[in-house]
C-alpha cells in the first residue's frame, strides 16, 4: 500500500513569494490534514478535509493560507505572501475514516525555508 | 496554551535498559492518546495508542500507560534497541460526537539508544 505522497520535498523562497505544496493520501482515505511543524515543536493543525469539506480551519492564517481538496483526493495548500515566520515542515496526513480512533499516517513533509 | 507537554527534550539510554517517555496534558476532554515515532526528514509514524477507558495498552516491546487522574502519560520501551533512536511526539484528541477531533501534540522527546 503507498503512503502519503508529498511534493516538494524542499523549497526556499523569499518573503513576499508565493508557495504551494501538494499532497495525494492513501488511497481510500477519506480524512486529509495539513499540519505546520517549526522546528522544536509538535505538529499543529492548520486545516483537515473530510472528502472535500473542510472540517476544522480554525487555526489556519486565513489572510495568507489557503486549502483545497478537489474530487476528495489530492489536496493543495498555498501560502500567500510567506512570511519569516512560515519557515516549517508543512506534513499531510490521511486518514481512513473520521470515526474511531483517528489514526493518521504522515507524508514525509515539504521543508519550507522563507528568506 | 501547550495542551500536551513533553518536558524532556531528550531522553539517553543503554541498549536492552527501558526507555521511560513522559506526556501531561490539561484539557480533562481528551479520551484517546497516541505515540508517534518520527525519523529525520520521514513523516511521523503511527506507535501505539491508548483509550481513556484503559490504563494500559501494550503492543510487542512498547507499553503505554495511562494515569487519568493525573493527566499523564508514558510510554515503556523494553528493552530499548539503537534502532528506537527517533524523536517520539505524544498526541491527543476529544471526542467529537462518535467520531474524534483533531489530534493535539506535545514537543517531542527525542531518544537517543547507545550499543
Known amino acids: 500500500e503507498a503512503g502519503v505522497a508529498q511534493s516538494p520535498r524542499y523549497k526556499i523562497i523569499e518573503k513576499r513569494q508565493s508557495v504551494a505544496f501538494w499532497c495525494n493520501p492513501i488511497?481510500?482515505?477519506?480524512?486529509l490534514y495539513w499540519y505546520q511543524q517549526i522546528l522544536g515543536q509538535g505538529p499543529k493543525l492548520l486545516i483537515q478535509?473530510?472528502?472535500?469539506?473542510?472540517?476544522?480551519d480554525s487555526q489556519l492564517p486565513k489572510d495568507r493560507f489557503s486549502a483545497e481538496r478537489l474530487k476528495g483526493v489530492d489536496s493543495t495548500l498555498k501560502i500567500q505572501p510567506a512570511k519569516l515566520e512560515d519557515s516549517a515542515v508543512y506534513l499531510c496526513?490521511?486518514?481512513?475514516?473520521?470515526?474511531?480512533?483517528?489514526?493518521?499516517?504522515f507524508g514525509a513533509g515539504t521543508r519550507l525555508s522563507v528568506l | 496554551d501547550q495542551q500536551v507537554k513533553q518536558n524532556s527534550p531528550s531522553l539517553s539510554v543503554q541498549e536492552g535498559r527501558i526507555s521511560i517517555l513522559n506526556c501531561d496534558y490539561t484539557?480533562?476532554?481528551?479520551?484517546?492518546f497516541l505515540w508517534y515515532k518520527k525519523y529525520p526528514a520521514e513523516g511521523p509514524t503511527f506507535l501505539i495508542s491508548?483509550?481513556?477507558?484503559?490504563d494500559k495498552n501494550e503492543d510487542g516491546r512498547f507499553t503505554v500507560f495511562l494515569n487519568k487522574s493525573a493527566k499523564h502519560l508514558s510510554l515503556h520501551i523494553v528493552p530499548s534497541q539503537p534502532g528506537d533512536s527517533a524523536v517520539y511526539f505524544c498526541?491527543?484528541?476529544?471526542?467529537?460526537?462518535?467520531?474524534?477531533?483533531?489530534?493535539?501534540f506535545g514537543q517531542g522527546t527525542i531518544l537517543t539508544v547507545h550499543p
Open positions: 498526541a491527543a484528541s476529544a471526542r467529537r460526537g462518535t467520531s474524534y477531533g483533531k489530534l493535539t
Open positions: 491508548i483509550s481513556s477507558i484503559k
Open positions: 496526513a490521511s486518514s481512513l475514516v473520521w470515526t474511531g480512533k483517528n489514526i493518521q499516517y
Open positions: 484539557n480533562s476532554m481528551f479520551d484517546y
Open positions: 488511497s481510500g482515505h477519506a480524512t
Open positions: 478535509f473530510q472528502n472535500n469539506g473542510v472540517v476544522d
